[in-house]
């Protein structure tokens, strides 16, 4: 029996680096051009369904030329991709998550106040993802990011998280449930939007990738493709 096959494209969110969007307008119209051999037969975005009638507001007036497109990577990938493939809709897959108890910083500041030998362990890992992330091209940026070796290399930031804290206060595993919660509420949102035709293009930041490539390959209900051959 044939699987729907899911296309997960990690990005960076573009409102955090306005000028990268200035700068590679050119590079962003090739992106796309190039998605569209993927043919996809959906998009999926990571937003709430909570903004799907504001989305469809603001696509269709893309699609009427009345909408100037904002630093944000869902209008500039996303909206173009469904346009060019003549698509009706997007589909709003993420899930409100409070991600506050405790938030990240707080995981990072407890390291770093009361295991400062893992808060260097977590740097010094960083470090290496920004060694490996030095393009200044948009495409091999966005290649990098949806590399198997940078995706393996972010996990292990979230296993050492699970580090955090002490038994009577799993101070990152309490921000992992968070975590975890979103990828796999977003791994079933997907799911619910798929038949079993369909190509589906999900548009999500590179920090999701390995969960829900996990999460759908667990299922064994789809198969999946590589975006790299496509950028």
């Not at 990690?10 to 051009?33: C, W, Y």
């Not at 309490?174 to 293009?201: C, F, G, M, Y």
Request: charged share 25%; proline share 4%; net charge negative.
């Amino acid at each position: 029996m044939k699987k729907p096959d899911i296309l997960l494209f990690g990005t960076f969110h573009f409102s955090m680096e306005p000028q990268a969007v200035n700068e590679q307008m050119e590079d962003i119209l090739r992106i796309v051009k190039q998605l569209e051999a993927y043919q996809p037969t959906k998009i999926a975005v990571e937003k709430s369904f909570l903004v799907e009638e504001e989305l469809d507001r603001k696509y269709r007036d893309f699609q009427d030329g009345k909408l100037t497109l904002t630093y944000d990577e869902v209008e500039q990938f996303a909206f173009r991709l469904a346009h060019a493939l003549d698509h009706p809709t997007l589909y709003p897959v993420d899930e409100i998550v409070d991600m506050t108890s405790p938030s990240l910083n707080q995981v990072f500041e407890w390291a770093k106040e009361h295991q400062p030998e893992l808060f260097t362990e977590i740097a010094a890992i960083q470090g290496k993802l920004q060694e490996m992330d030095t393009s200044t091209s948009l495409i091999e940026r966005l290649k990098t990011i949806n590399h198997p070796d940078y995706i393996r290399t972010l996990q292990k930031i979230y296993m050492k998280l699970t580090l955090v804290g002490d038994r009577q206060h799993q101070v990152g595993v309490s921000w992992l449930k968070q975590w975890h919660h979103r990828d796999l509420a977003i791994a079933a949102n997907l799911a619910r939007i798929t038949e079993p035709e369909d190509r589906v293009l999900m548009l999500v930041g590179g920090d999701h990738l390995h969960l829900l490539r996990q999460f759908l390959h667990d299922s064994g209900d789809f198969s999946l493709s590589d975006v790299n051959d496509y950028l």
